[in-house]
């Protein structure tokens, strides 16, 4: 009886750590999680935003797309005008007109011009082919001219227009030339093509070489007018005793005559 009991301890005694050791085992309860942090995402950007950078309202992007306006671009960027377009185009609700030279328009003009500009002439330049206002092919023919620009009006500054059936043509006093193709239209920017750079007075006016002064007439030498002589009157001449004496040479004569003839 003794026995079974020692030997129902030991088994008890060995269920004991047979537990102890599997509990020691068991993996200790994970501990809880923190929430997940919520970041704050930036909303997507609206389909106006995603076009404002590189949009249709970007005239240098429109031109480079169209080509052969390379040196017009070249203006835009180097007077800062591109960025006023896009301003202007963004904030505005009358729309721009530009008339845009091509690069054949600027070879035509002689060598070095632009050279010869300084930063402010440049800008008038570029100005003056702006119009701050849209202005669709039909609008041309009720337009009243001058036609203000960016560069400005007044007598330094005339841009007119007339609107045949089937050409619009534009002079500036300096430049006359048409409208040769459209390069963008919509409710709010319209860019034509020219063929000729618009001159303005304002730039080019007091650069073009003035003519030669003309000679002075010469006066045609006048005939000396020979002064007129005054004849002293003439005293009368007694021309009777002349005409006595030849009187009596003739009556002298014929009787000598007659004298002879009777002597005979």
């Known amino acids: 009886m003794k026995k079974q009991y020692s030997i129902s301890s030991f088994s008890v005694f060995i269920l004991f750590l047979h537990c102890t050791n599997t509990f020691a085992q068991s993996p200790a309860a994970a501990p ?94 570029v100005k003056f082919h702006i119009v701050p206002t849209f202005l669709s092919t039909s609008q041309f023919q009720t337009v009243s001219n001058p036609l203000g620009t960016w560069a400005g009006t007044g007598s330094r500054l005339p841009l007119n227009v007339t609107s045949y059936p089937n050409s619009v043509n534009i002079t500036t006093g300096l430049t006359n030339t048409s409208l040769s193709g459209t390069v963008y239209t919509d409710n709010q920017l319209a860019i034509y093509k020219i063929e000729k750079v618009l001159l303005p007075k304002d730039v080019f006016g007091s650069k073009a070489p003035a003519p030669a002064p003309a000679a002075p007439a010469r006066e045609k030498p006048t005939k000396a007018v020979p002064e007129a002589t005054v004849e002293s009157p003439v005293s009368p001449v007694d021309i009777s005793g002349a005409l006595m004496f030849t009187h009596n040479n003739v009556v002298g004569s014929v009787g000598m005559v007659a004298a002879a003839m009777f002597a005979l």
């Open 32 to 125: 809880a999680q923190a929430p997940a942090a919520v970041v704050a995402h930036p909303p997507a950007a609206t389909p106006t935003q995603a076009a404002a950078p590189n949009g249709i309202t970007n005239v240098t992007k429109i031109l480079e797309k169209a080509g052969h306006f390379t040196i017009f671009i070249r203006l835009l960027r180097s007077t800062q005008e591109e960025n006023h377009l896009f301003s202007a185009l963004n904030g505005s609700s009358s729309g721009l007109t530009i008339f845009a030279p091509t690069d054949s328009a600027f070879s035509e003009l002689k060598s070095g011009t632009l050279n010869t500009l300084s930063d402010g002439d440049k800008s008038e330049l």
